[in-house]
């Protein structure tokens, strides 16, 4: 955060600046603006159109999940923890949930099953939030378009995560060991009906925007960053892709089985804000192969570990209003079996233990490398969470992009980083 006086006086006494540096102005770009993804403060000090130096000031949104998390047991700490990045719940559940199942060192017990819908879902998460990012962006840069087909082409995702975990959002689906149930009758056919149709819309986007030259004279040559500058502020992801590195976690560290997948990298050399919108595109192609390889793996069995001493023992069941207790499993542990209630009844109040340690946890999200460093004191609750964010880490690239260049271009800088201000202030 900057005191506002303190950056006056800076710019004050900038070399080249008029008595009283009349020839600069300090604009303070949110928090509360359309263009800033969120409550992110900008201040820019400007000349003329110029910005010369950019400045970023988070903190508003600050909800302190990751301290929360320390009052709550290892399987409740999900549902603080989705709500961290919120266009990307579905990854900050999967990071933290691998976190634990290492430190319980029942990573290998995960059943297959499992992981191939962590995958599947997570793959459809990437594409919805690539879709959000194209939304957002073509709305700032005046392409109304784009975004009502943005917003329009996400919903079929989010219908399909509702019907999956009984939330659009925040769906506290994944737990330590597995999943929270298994998929409902007749996803899998829901979901090939919707992807069928991802292709053409893509193709979409690619005749709207890629030859529009509104769209290149706002995106081609700004927010340049090349690969240099990547590996120095630590930028992974889609804007690091842009640069021409194929660095991509699911290669280059395989989880989940990813290394089983057929699908690309995609990469671009432009190193600027129309090369990363390419990269987005192209990724949700590769992810659409990627869920279609995922449904074809899909074989019958369990979604969570059967150590009982581990496994969450509530049962669900969807109802009108979303995921809600199965009356059956509550019929089980009131009136059938004493010893089912007490186990669930200990679950439940004070959770599992898990060794005192520390691992850090790692997967390639939609924005970039997404990492979770959890402790253990050996007890029933997290000593401490850490999210490894790409957005807090990337807004401070903001400065290298926007500097020198024209204050209209900041508004497509922020929008082709695509941070999102709940993971940054987590």
């Not at 004050?12 to 020839?23: F, I, L, V």
């Not at 995106?219 to 240099?228: I, N, R």
């Not at 340690?357 to 990492?371: D, K, N």
Request: net charge negative; charged share 25%.
């Amino acid at each position: 955060m900057y005191d506002w006086d303190e950056v006056l006086r800076d710019a004050e006494r900038q070399p080249g600046a008029g008595p009283g540096g009349e020839d600069r102005l300090i604009v303070n770009m949110g928090p509360q603006h359309p263009s800033t993804h969120g409550v992110l403060r900008l201040i820019l000090e400007i000349e003329g159109e110029s910005v010369v130096e950019a400045r970023c000031g988070i903190g508003y949104l600050h909800t302190g999940i990751e301290k929360n998390v320390e009052y709550r047991n290892w399987t409740q700490a999900v549902t603080f923890l989705t709500r961290a990045d919120y266009l990307m719940p579905l990854f900050n559940e999967t990071v933290y949930c691998r976190a634990v199942e290492a430190l319980l060192d029942v990573e290998d017990q995960v059943p297959p099953r499992a992981n191939v819908i962590r995958v599947l879902l997570m793959e459809l998460n990437r594409i919805s939030s690539h879709l959000v990012a194209l939304a957002t962006g073509g709305m700032e840069l005046g392409a109304m378009t784009v975004m009502t087909n943005g917003f329009r082409d996400r919903e079929p995702i989010l219908d399909i995560l509702e019907a999956v975990t009984g939330n659009r959002m925040n769906h506290a689906y994944v737990r330590p060991g597995g999943l929270a149930q298994d998929l409902p009758p007749g996803i899998v056919e829901d979901i090939r009906t919707v992807i069928a149709e991802f292709p053409k819309r893509i193709r979409d986007y690619e005749r709207l925007l890629n030859a529009n030259p509104v769209f290149l004279e706002r995106t081609k040559g700004v927010g340049y960053l090349d690969l240099a500058g990547c590996m120095a502020l630590g930028v992974t992801g889609p804007v690091l892709r842009a640069a021409g590195l194929p660095h991509d976690l699911r290669k280059s560290d395989p989880y989940l089985g990813y290394d089983t997948y057929d699908f690309e990298v995609p990469t671009e050399t432009g190193c600027d804000a129309y090369s990363r919108y390419l990269v987005r595109l192209h990724e949700m192609a590769e992810s659409l192969r990627i869920v279609e390889q995922a449904l074809d793996r899909l074989e019958p069995g369990p979604v969570m570990l059967a150590d009982p001493k581990i496994a969450w023992p509530a049962r669900l069941a969807l109802g009108g209003d979303g995921l809600g207790n199965s009356e059956e499993w509550v019929r089980h542990i009131m009136a059938q079996s004493m010893e089912a209630l007490i186990h669930h009844f200990k679950l439940v109040t004070e959770g599992f233990t898990v060794p005192a340690g520390q691992v850090y946890s790692f997967l390639e999200s939609p924005r970039g490398e997404l990492g979770a460093h959890v402790v253990s004191d050996g007890g029933t609750r997290p000593f401490r969470v850490h999210l490894r964010d790409p957005s807090f880490t990337h807004l401070q690239s903001v400065s290298a992009m926007a500097e020198g260049g024209m204050l209209a271009d900041v508004v497509a800088v922020v929008a082709s980083v695509d941070p999102v201000l709940g993971g940054a202030d987590r």
